[in-house]
């Protein structure tokens, strides 16, 4: 829900089931409120969500909960050397993850905990949105660091930096990018952070196929428009990259690469939704997966 009173207010309610391509099973529930503060010019946000993960692993039912809530403060700044005003955030957040006992020690997972931390953003967003498409540029980069006096037992830092790019071609097609780095120094609850695979990242791959602390990733994306019914698009996709150890470990001749093909429909009597159907293929691995959703994955 948008501009909620006329005054801008966002309400953001999603309830979600995942049945992953393991057998694993994941039910999440998110709430996100943001308020934004007119005469000063502040967004204020928060969020609260809990995740229930059921994983079976040596013929036991592993019960993952992880319960989150968040407050975020931003504040757009007009330099005068952008198209558009940055923006300027920070976040507490307060993270717990639960094991429902027993749980074998012989299993490899992310151990029980509290990850409490603080995060900085800047934000330069200069997208713009037509009636089927978006054009212009995205950046963010995002430092989090978990401290022990907020409750935490992980000091970890994470940095996140991404880059979008919605490029029109003509007047009906676009060429799409995004690129993502991440990594840690020190990963929460002891487990690697990040994985690969997946119709968010590497289309085509198993979810979480590799993991590691440090992640680097890019997909390019042709969009053609049918001319007749703009409303409904035809994309080429590559996506590349992988997942290391260490930030220092990153190796540019050391990437997988996916190819993949799909369709965008544009549902407009229906809050203007995106419907879309994507065929990811392994080009080493030889396998193909297929993705559908009502959300665009950038």
Do not use: C
């Not at 660091?145 to 970890?156: R, V």
């Not at 990594?183 to 929460?188: A, D, E």
């Not at 440090?214 to 698009?233: C, D, H, M, Q, S």
């Amino acid at each position: 829900m948008y501009n909620l009173w006329g005054a801008g207010h966002e309400v953001d309610l999603l309830g979600q089931q995942e049945q992953r391509t393991g057998g694993d099973e994941a039910n999440e529930l998110r709430l996100s409120y943001v308020w934004p503060k007119f005469k000063k010019h502040y967004d204020l946000g928060w969020r609260v969500d809990r995740v229930v993960t059921n994983t079976t692993v040596e013929d036991f039912d592993n019960v993952i909960t992880r319960d989150r809530f968040g407050f975020t403060v931003a504040r757009d700044k007009d330099l005068g050397e952008f198209a558009t005003p940055l923006t300027f955030a920070a976040g507490i957040d307060f993270e717990r993850r639960m094991l429902e006992e027993p749980f074998p020690e012989s299993i490899e997972v992310r151990e029980p905990g509290t990850f409490n931390s603080l995060s900085l953003s800047i934000i330069y967003d200069d997208v713009h949105r037509e009636r089927y498409r978006r054009f212009g540029n995205y950046y963010r980069g995002t430092y989090t660091q978990g401290f022990d006096w907020l409750g935490s037992d992980y000091d970890s830092s994470i940095f996140e930096f991404e880059v979008l790019g919605f490029n029109r071609l003509n007047s009906f097609d676009n060429f799409n990018f995004r690129g993502v780095l991440e990594f840690t120094n020190n990963p929460p609850y002891d487990s690697p952070m990040y994985g690969i695979g997946g119709g968010s990242t590497i289309r085509g791959l198993e979810d979480y196929d590799e993991v590691g602390n440090a992640r680097l990733f890019g997909n390019f994306e042709l969009v053609f428009a049918y001319r007749k019914k703009p409303g409904i698009r035809h994309t080429l996709f590559v996506d590349v990259g992988n997942v290391y150890d260490r930030l220092e470990d990153i190796d540019l001749g050391d990437l997988r690469y996916t190819v993949g093909t799909g369709f965008r429909w544009k549902i407009e009597s229906f809050v203007k939704t995106d419907l879309i159907i994507d065929y990811g293929y392994d080009v080493e691995g030889g396998q193909g997966k297929l993705y559908g959703g009502t959300s665009l994955n950038f």
